[in-house]
């Protein structure tokens, strides 16, 4: 290798780091304002670039995205004093946007380094390294929206289990004579998981509004789990009507209990399904190292 | 080649920068406490687990089997380094081993408290008190002894109701009874039965029918875990089957063909061809680590996958969290 290019290199290097200092830190630009809210978690160098990226994005699937948000409960609303769940990566639109963004480049730089100096080691033909750095970077972007439909689909599941639980309960309460929203009250008092959470909203709800109506339409609105709505709508209807709503209780029970078990059911034959492939491929690449190992080196060894 | 070099200097320089303004810049992240720092460590996770043994025994019986599987390994494949992943392995099989202890006991604990439900059923139908019942599972419960006039036996069914009418017969409120078992046991079904036996006594006399329906209940979460739990047995022996069973085969090969050769002046490598030879090499023993590292690492994974989902436990506080911590 050429000492000069090598040097020339250096000096473009620096040159390069001293353009960017001097646009981004001297003089100083007035930093970029992020409510609390809208930040991520995890965001290092780049993130003002990623916010800044991130900023002008068309926003078709923010609708959606703020319900997913909201279905995991990792949804800061405007005005709301803390996050509802503070170990979430982001609370907003905004800070997933973002944080699409920064993890795009930063895959997407770091494969392109990485594969670069790959390339140049190895003798590979160049053009892999922006390929590479490509598909890191569409990886990169898809990680966020792949950690919020996880957590959405582990809280539902959590829902799930804690109503095949809670409902019996809330329908022994009731059978002592309590109405629907003193039950209601008597299980949230207690800690919970997300079943618990979203009553604590409804009755929040109610007890602003005294409308149970409302409160049903802000906590389905809210979390657009099929089980809950049910729940909710069943308990709204019997309630209109002036029915008595031990006995629907005690059907929504049992229907929880059904689901839960489905839900086992579908678990175990999910993970049977996800470990079926390592298993197999584990197996098969340990024995082809063990047998045919030994075999090609005998091979390699003759020749 | 001389643009490209300057292409990846121009990089450099905005790595350069980059660390240069990630070190100066204020930082965007959050800030949060550290709450979970303290809790770390094998014994918390272990008890977080569930799992009935102390960090000490854990590291020890942990390597005491890693050893045995590293030396199983070496002996079927000869070499060395692939020894080393099984060490590791070791404590995985240990823990996966814990776990369907630890399921059978919740199993056969679950079991038996839709027996003591049942129990309470029939003594409301009875006498319908709420000492009768309680006394009734004590006496002729799970666990209760040879003869109703004997202590129940530790850890089972009775003696968790012993303990809760002890408490009543101290003074203590219904509540105040349950919650110490309810904290130690840290299950939802124990925590059913403890609202159903909090609204009979609130309800009196006409609290059969929901007792009933809370037996009943009970029973079909039981069998529905029971059914999960099965399950979960299964995958993991496939797992363990398809893991370590190439090792398994390969072993007996060996083990078989120095049977056959004892006293010979060959190696026992008829079946295998050199592979002794082989794997005693560098190369050998770097694809003997392979071998031995995507063995352990694709068991510790799959026994992880195996369990998801399907533990019957408590859902994780999201509301009330810090009364929960207290």
């Known amino acids: ?303 | 080649m001389q643009t490209y070099i300057l292409g990846l200097a121009l990089l450099g320089g905005l790595g350069v920068f980059g660390t240069f303004y990630g070190l100066t810049a204020p930082p965007l992240r959050l800030r949060r406490a550290q709450t979970d720092a303290l809790e770390a460590g094998l014994q918390v996770r272990l008890q977080r687990a569930q799992l009935p043994i102390t960090a000490t025994q854990f590291l020890l019986r942990g390597g005491l089997i890693g050893a045995a599987m590293a030396a199983a390994a070496y002996i079927a494949s000869g070499s060395i380094a692939a020894g080393i992943p099984f060490l590791i392995g070791g404590y995985a099989a240990l823990w996966a081993h814990l776990e369907d202890q630890r399921n059978r006991e919740l199993t056969r604990y679950h079991r038996n408290l839709a027996t003591a439900m049942n129990l309470i059923v029939n003594a409301w139908r009875i006498i319908p008190t709420l000492s009768g019942a309680l006394e009734a599972v004590v006496r002729y419960g799970p666990g209760s002894g040879d003869s109703p006039d004997d202590e129940p036996q530790e850890n089972s069914v009775a003696a968790d109701f012993n303990q809760i009418l002890r408490a009543l017969r101290t003074g203590a409120s219904l509540r105040s009874a349950l919650q110490p078992v309810a904290d130690r046991r840290q299950s939802p079904i124990f925590d059913g039965l403890a609202i159903a036996l909090l609204t009979a006594e609130e309800q009196g006399a006409t609290a059969g029918e929901m007792l009933e329906r809370q037996a009943q209940l009970t029973r079909q979460q039981v069998q529905a875990f029971d059914r999960a739990l099965n399950r979960q047995r299964t995958a993991r022996s496939e797992v363990r089957n398809g893991t370590l069973g190439p090792w398994a085969i390969l072993l007996f090969v060996r083990l078989t063909s120095s049977l056959t050769l004892m006293g010979g002046p060959m190696p026992a490598d008829t079946m295998i061809p050199d592979s002794r030879m082989f794997f005693a090499t560098p190369v050998g023993n770097l694809v003997g680590f392979v071998a031995g590292a995507i063995t352990i690492g694709m068991y510790t994974l799959s026994m992880r996958i195996a369990a998801r989902g399907l533990r019957l436990e408590r859902v994780p506080t999201e509301h009330g969290r810090e009364e929960a911590k207290a």
């Open chain 1, 1 to 303: 290798m050429n000492p000069t290019v090598l040097i020339l290199a250096l000096l473009g290097g620096a040159g390069v780091f001293l353009a960017f200092g001097g646009i981004a830190l001297w003089p100083r630009k007035p930093r970029l304002q992020i409510a609390q809210r809208d930040r991520f978690r995890g965001g290092g160098v780049g993130s003002s670039l990623a916010y800044r990226l991130a900023s002008g994005r068309d926003t078709k699937v923010a609708g959606a995205i703020e319900r997913q948000l909201q279905a995991a409960n990792w949804y800061w609303g405007p005005g709301e004093t803390q996050a509802p769940d503070p170990s979430a990566p982001y609370h907003t639109v905004a800070g997933y946007q973002a944080a699409c963004t920064y993890q795009a480049l930063t895959l997407g730089a770091g494969g392109l380094v990485g594969a670069s100096i790959l390339a140049t080691v190895t003798g590979l033909p160049i053009w892999m390294a922006p390929l590479l750095a490509g598909l890191l970077a569409y990886v990169g972007y898809l990680t966020p929206k792949d950690q919020l439909t996880a957590a959405v689909r582990r809280r539902h599941q959590r829902m799930t289990l804690e109503m095949a639980f809670r409902l019996p309960e809330l329908a022994a309460t009731v059978a002592t004579g309590r109405s629907i929203i003193q039950a209601l009250r008597e299980l949230t008092r207690r800690p919970g998981g997300p079943l618990a959470t979203e009553m604590v909203r409804l009755l929040r709800t109610y007890d602003l509004t005294q409308s149970l109506e409302a409160a049903t339409h802000v906590t389905v609105q809210h979390n657009r789990f099929e089980p809950l709505t049910e729940m909710l709508r069943q308990i709204l209807f019997v309630e209109q009507q002036g029915g008595s709503i031990g006995p629907a209780l005690n059907v929504l029970a049992t229907a929880a209990q059904e689901r839960l078990q489905q839900q086992l059911e579908a678990q175990g034959d999910a993970n049977k399904r996800d470990m079926g492939l390592p298993v197999v491929g584990a197996s098969v690449l340990v024995m082809l190292l063990l047998i045919a190992g030994p075999m090609i080196w005998v091979i390699m060894q003759a020749l």
